[in-house]
């Protein structure tokens, strides 16, 4: 396992978006969804970013909106001209296997070398179970670095008084993430809390973890969210004590993984650890950091009947880069 | 409550002996499980300590964790000591599986792979076998058991030599320890080892295509079927006192097991082992994963009996009344508490305490159908018996009284055989008496300063925790994996649940069998619609995992024979929050055709099938009422029927006990629309007089003032128009004492208490104000003489109404202006705050108008621009080419030189109260003639003609706020919201002596959430 994949820096940016490594090839990956935030980074290349392939996946579903199909062009005519080839990839929404699976079969298939190779994400819009499986495979295709990237929105669903996600379809650990398991453990649960509290109690009530930990994200992305995680999640909250709660970064998943490396290594010798990212992408990172350094911990996901897409999120925030 | 559960009275903090409700929560503390458990009746306990299989089925709460862990060694050793255990003939192994890594071993579709269940049958052993030995090596340490060096070395050998999935083919892969495995811990070693290559293998198998290692174990000798039992015949070969035992293997949680994992295990069990005993506990069956199946099926009765906790004990039976007394025994001594009986602490009360005994014989001998029985002395007492309970229920519900739940028979009954209920009712009401009557005696023992427990705290925590169970009900569906259905599952449970909740509360108001609920669906439940669009089957397996609904026994009168269907009843939890009797004496039968539709569709049609034929005439009647043409300048809606439309209001005029308003003089200054008749129809059920009550209305064109002023005058109150406030004013007599409460829109009456008419301002409780230019005409004030809660601002109020009041604006822009076609023109909004937005959004939107946005405040104006309006920070220039300019400020903001920069034929609107908006005299002064503006014959506004520019101005609605003019701006369904809000603050007034001097505004968000507004809008409106 590589120990450079992700150095640990957090930056905000604020001009056009170069090559990792002037005049190097590199391969750039996105996933195109129905939010606004599809295209942002794609946008904000620049120029000279010039580069042969660009993978851009696509969930195939039935969609509410034809937005995904909308956004998906978009993306695609937003890397054309900085890619050669921008090679769409459609695979399952609720199955990362399968995508990953299209991503090793096609890469096979066009000789395009992972190892070696420096690789951009733009994280965004990929769901947490793909993210995770994603990073997962590419970090062990040796690439010769990973860039990630970030774009907030400018609000989501909730402000418009709208759920981000509807009814749940399975609770299930992570394809590769699956943990160990010890007998003579006791539970712990540790839940990344978002918006969605209901997504959030109900993992918690399938779990019946013997200790439950929440991780609420601070500071907020914008001033006046502040409170917002507490209010979703008034209902689990009030089940646990005090004590249950702490306070993770919502921006940074360095800070993130760091927190949650100290709260694995206080607890592994007494409980299965179970960790359920349920907040912002960069608290997904921090996961996936953590839990490449402990693979005893299980990773579990609660897949959603399908999101609120019209209004999930609007608009554009800013946009972050992480090496 | 200083931390959760516990009351600090002088320095020393009480323990609440119910904190913990659930045996999770316990963390394995065996001591405790053991000293807390207390032993179930012996139909139940016989079998969990009897040699057969079981499958223990039972829904949230029910108790299947408690009882197995209650068998695992561990707490065995702590319950009866180590010579019994010793002498025991079980030895209880408890495992709850985690969720693993298995799932991503299915096929698409959720099949398990063939060699899937191989690995898993390898891994199911090894997880067990991993326990077994962790419990000989704590056996061995408690000295339960005995097992020599040399018994221990032939053990091991034994056990690996079962190992021959991995001996017989050396490249399988496993990781292998130095040298053979000779004592209990390095075995263990060996057996994780394995595990975790089974793991790691499944870890990485997706993302790489090597699929060796399983095709490896695939084709290994060793037969998982029967592994078990081979290693547990080692075990008893090695330890001499292991003779006769067995081990039973508690597996917890075994819904949680795929489809495929379930066939593994009932395999195993299959095999009828002689060494093992499974004892495996389930949630109710058929209703979790897509492709589950319930873990006991295919198993015979003979291979696997089934235990129905649910069925076990019923509310009301002696036993589960005993199971209480010993469980909460056991926790208070363990607490130290002085008295630890707990049906001496909760005590007995009883529907005649409640109601009063006369008042309960005469009700029933008034309303039900006895037929001479009330002439039999005996006969009578058995009416009394059967009926007076739902008496009770009809009396109370008659006169707006909420009906109590306390006493421990009550506690017992509404824990529908579900223990956690009973220790969260226990818990609530023990965390509502610290300090008042829980406190230390002298001897430093928690002790009661009264027994029984004040009714009333027990009341609001049966409240409470009925209300939480209904609320949790969306949670705790959606934690279930099986969701086919298109849209939020908890949502639909809970409303299925708040529908046949209604209909038992509409039964519990009849005379004959009343206390019908207990639902029966004479063609059982697999005749419930399955359909993607309407699972309502789905649904209502749910709600018997989740414990909402509970199987009970066939409705078996004794009249009617033959074999009947199972009934379903409510948790009795629920009845506190659903208003209906927690005793489910008769049922309810409704067809699963029926049951179909009422789920889909509204109340109304199916009260008209259920109740039939009266109950559809009435409504036929009502509409034909409805169908006649409505004389001009009367209301459409008859004003009796008018708080139909505000549910919620009239809900909470019914909820609200103690007639708070009793004796205090209301001065009203809203609205005249139809809203306020509902309005004041909550404050009479909340004790307001008719005669104590002045209703004051403005100049508005209220399209239905007349029939409200008749309405309201007719009933006994005084109408005035605003003009004559100051005479109102001055003729009101000045009682001793506060009494007076002002309720208004628009900062009229409160002024005026603190200027001319001090003497009222003195006498005065308090006022509630509704607009935000009521506000800034209160803030002017001073010193304030009393305290004022401020609707605007308030979290409900500023994100429910603009919308709404947008809505109304530009709505009625269109319908006073039919001809003007106003897409591609250019609208100025003036005010950007929550309805200015609104207003800018939906001209944009609606009207698709290009909207420009002035504010003097330079934030707003940043996000004016941030949704993508132009805006304009000079007013005069913003408003120069503009078809529309409305005012949504409050003030005067548009003065002579704004009119001056006007085009011509601007249409001026104001959203706001008053004539504010723009400043009339100005127009006046500027203006060579006016004239009115008509559309029509109907007059909708002023026209003004600005002398020496040849422009003219067109003042729509003369000035006033556009969506009250001739028309009633939202619909009561909308107003609902906001006139629930004014009446509980104006409760709040009433009853408060805490209230501050000034302006409130913070208590109107508590009291939204006291209240639950927003859920009970939801629940009357949302379908």
């Known amino acids: 396992m590589q120990d450079n994949i992700l150095k640990g820096t957090t930056s905000q940016v604020s001009s056009n978006i170069q090559l990792v490594e002037e005049g190097t090839d590199e391969i750039f990956i996105a996933c195109a969804s129905f939010e606004d935030r599809t295209t942002a980074v794609a946008s904000k290349l620049s120029l000279s970013y010039q580069i042969t392939t660009s993978l851009v996946l696509k969930y195939d579903e039935r969609n509410r909106t034809a937005l995904r199909e909308q956004n998906f062009e978009r993306l695609v005519n937003t890397l054309v001209p900085h890619s050669k080839n921008v090679l769409p990839i459609i695979c399952d929404h609720h199955d990362p296997i399968d995508g990953i699976s299209k991503i090793r079969d096609l890469s096979k298939a066009k000789g395009i070398a992972l190892q070696g190779r420096n690789i951009t994400i733009d994280i965004t819009t990929f769901t947490k179970q793909y993210l995770l499986v994603l990073l997962k495979f590419i970090e062990k295709q040796a690439p010769k670095s990973i860039r990630l990237f970030y774009t907030e929105p400018e609000d989501y669903a909730i402000k418009w008084d709208k759920p981000l996600s509807y009814g749940l379809i399975d609770i299930v650990s992570i394809p590769s993430y699956g943990g160990h398991f010890s007998v003579e453990k006791e ?137 | 409550m200083t931390k959760k559960g516990k009351m600090t009275l002088d320095r020393l903090e009480i323990e609440n002996p119910f904190e913990k409700v659930t045996v999770e929560q316990f963390n394995d503390d065996y001591s405790l499980i053991a000293y807390l458990f207390a032993r179930p009746k012996p139909a139940i306990y016989g079998k969990l300590i009897g040699r057969e299989n079981y499958v223990i089925v039972g829904g949230w709460g029910s108790g299947k964790t408690m009882l197995l862990k209650y068998l695992a060694l561990e707490t065995q050793i702590e319950d009866v000591g180590v010579t019994n255990v010793r002498d025991a003939d079980f030895v209880g192994v408890y495992l709850k599986p985690g969720r693993g890594a298995f799932k991503p071993f299915l096929k698409p579709g959720g099949e398990f792979k063939e060699s899937g269940q191989i690995l898993f049958g390898h891994y199911f052993n090894l997880v067990v076998l991993e326990k077994l030995i962790l419990l000989i090596m704590y056996g061995r340490d408690k000295g339960v058991f005995d097992i020599s060096t040399k018994r221990e070395n032939n053990l091991c050998e034994g056990i690996m030599s079962k190992f021959s999935f991995c001996q017989s083919i050396p490249s399988i892969g496993f990781r292998r320890g130095k040298g053979e495995p000779r004592d209990l811990p390095s075995i263990r070693q060996e057996v994780v080892s394995y595990r975790r290559e089974i793991e790691t293998f499944l870890n990485t198998r997706d993302l790489e295509s090597d699929l060796s290692y399983s095709a490896k174990l695939s084709i290994a000798p060793t037969d998982t079927k029967t592994f078990l039992d081979e290693v547990a015949r080692d075990i008893r070969g090695s330890i001499p006192n292991f003779v006769g035992k067995r081990f039973y293997i508690l597996l917890d949680e075994c819904e949680q097991f795929s489809k495929g ?206 209300e939480d169970f209904y609320r949790e009900i969306r949670g705790r569906a959606e934690s279930l994996k099986d969701s086919p259905i298109d849209m939020e599952f908890g949502d639909r449970i809970q409303y299925v649940v708040s529908v046949i909740g209604g209909i038992f509360r509409e039964k519990l108001m009849s005379f004959v069998e009343p206390e019908a609920a207990r639902l029966e669906i004479p063609e059982g439940l697999g005749a419930l619609d399955k359909s993607a669009n309407n699972p309502i089957h789905e649904m209502f397996n749910t709600t018997l995992a989740i414990s909402v609904f509970q199987e009970g026994n066939p409705y078996m009168p004794q009249h009617i024979g033959g074999i009947r269907p199972p009934t379903y009843i409510l948790n009795r939890v629920l009845a506190p929050y659903l ?121 508005y064109r209220y399209p239905n003032r007349e029939s409200i002023e008749n309405n309201l005058t007719k009933g006994g109150h005084k109408v005035y128009p605003i003009s004559e406030i100051d005479n109102a004013l001055g003729q009101l007599s000045i009682k001793e004492g506060r009494n007076l409460i002002i309720i208004e829109d628009g900062g009229t009456i409160v002024p005026r208490l603190h200027a001319t008419f001090r003497k009222l301002g003195a006498v005065t409780l308090g006022a509630v104000e509704q607009t935000t230019r009521g506000i800034r005409n209160d803030r002017l004030i001073k010193m304030h003489a009393f305290p004022i809660i401020a609707i605007p601002g308030s979290k409900l109020k500023d994100t429910f109404e603009p919308p709404h009041v947008a809505r109304a604006v530009v709505d009625n822009i269109q319908r006073l202006l039919p001809d003007k076609n106003f897409s591609g023109k250019s609208a100025l909004v003036v005010g950007y705050g929550s309805i200015g937005e609104q207003i800018a959004l939906q001209l944009r939107d609606s009207l698709r108008m290009n909207v420009s946005v002035h504010d003097s405040d330079d934030a707003k104006l940043i996000k004016a621009q941030q949704y993508g309006f132009n805006i304009q920070a000079n007013l005069i220039e913003g408003i120069k080419g503009k078809l529309v300019v409305v005012g949504a400020t409050g003030e005067t903001v548009v003065a002579r030189s704004e009119i001056l920069a006007m085009e011509h034929n601007v249409c001026l609107v104001s959203a706001s109260s008053e004539q504010w908006e723009f400043c009339i005299p100005e127009l006046d002064a500027l203006s060579s003639e006016k004239c009115d503006l008509c559309y029509g014959t109907d007059k909708i506004g002023t026209k003004y003609k600005i002398r020496n520019t040849g422009r003219e101005v067109n003042l729509i609605a003369d000035g006033y706020p556009i969506n009250f003019w001739a028309t009633e701006s939202m619909p009561n369904e909308v107003s609902d919201l906001i006139m629930s809000l004014m009446f509980v603050c104006t409760v709040e007034v009433a009853t408060s002596s805490s209230l501050p001097l000034g302006i409130n505004q913070d208590i109107v968000n508590d009291l939204a959430e006291r209240y639950e507004l927003a859920r009970i809008y939801l629940e009357y409106h949302s379908r």
């Open chain 2, 579 to 699: 208003k209906i009797s927690p005793r489910p004496r008769w049922r309810t039968k409704i067809k699963a055709d029926v049951l179909n539709k009422i789920l889909q569709v509204s109340d109304n049609e199916f009260k008209s099938e259920v109740f039939g034929k009266k109950r559809r005439q009435k409504r036929e009647s009502k509409e034909e009422e409805k169908v006649a043409p409505v004389p001009k300048n009367q209301l459409a809606l008859p004003l009796s029927q008018l708080s139909d439309t505000m549910p919620v209001l009239t809900y909470l005029g019914n909820k609200v006990t103690n007639q708070p308003l009793r004796g205090k003089t209301l001065l009203i200054l809203l609205h005249f629309l139809r809203d306020l008749i509902p309005f004041i129809e909550a404050c009479k059920k909340a004790g307001a007089s008719p005669s104590g009550t002045a209703i004051f209305y403005k100049d």
């Open chain 2, 261 to 466: 994992q379930q066939r593994v295990i009932n395999t195993i069990i299959k095999q009828r082992l002689t060494t093992l005993v499974f004892k495996l506990a389930t949630r109710p069956p058929d209703i979790h994963t897509p492709e589950t199946i319930d873990v006991g099926i295919g198993l015979t009765d003979r291979e696997c009996k089934h235990l129905y906790l649910d069925k076990e004990y019923t509310p009301t039976s002696a036993s589960f009344k005993e199971l209480c007394r010993a469980v909460a025994k056991k926790r208070l001594e363990k607490s130290g508490y002085e008295v630890t009986d707990i049906s001496k602490i909760l005590g007995k009360y009883t529907i005649e305490e409640e109601v009063g005994g006369e008042r309960l014989v005469t009700y029933l001998k008034e309303n039900y159908p006895v037929k001479g029985r009330t002439s039999d002395q005996a006969r009578f007492h058995t009416v009394l018996k059967d009926f007076k309970v739902a008496a009770g229920f009809q009396i109370l519900r008659k006169t707006g009284v909420r009906k109590k739940y306390a006493g421990f028979d009550t506690f017992a009954m509404l824990s529908s055989g579900i223990m956690v209920h009973f220790l969260e009712l226990c818990r609530n009401t023990f965390n509502l008496s610290f300090g008042k009557d829980i406190v230390r005696n002298k001897s430093g023992q928690p002790s009661f300063r009264r027994t029984p427990l004040p009714v009333e705290t027990q009341d609001e925590a049966a409240h409470s925790v009925s």
């Open chain 1, 187 to 323: 539970s712990l649960l540790i839940l990344m809390l978002g918006y969605e509290g209901d997504r959030a109690y109900g993992i918690w009530e399938r779990f019946t973890p013997h200790k439950t930990i929440v991780a609420v994200g601070r500071p907020s992305f914008r001033k006046y969210w502040e409170g917002r995680v507490e209010e979703f999640n008034r209902k689990l909250l009030s089940k646990l004590p005090e004590d249950a709660v702490c306070y993770f970064h919502t921006l940074d998943p360095f800070e993130v993984s760091k927190n949650l490396d100290n709260l694995i290594e206080h607890h592994s010798d007494r409980f299965n650890i179970s960790v359920s990212p349920l907040g912002p992408k960069p608290q997904v990172i921090g996961c996936y950091l953590s839990v490449r350094r402990y693979p005893d911990v299980q990773i579990v996901y609660a897949i959603p009947k399908f999101h609120e897409e019209e209004y999930f999120s609007k608009k554009i925030g800013r946009i972050w880069e992480y090496r």
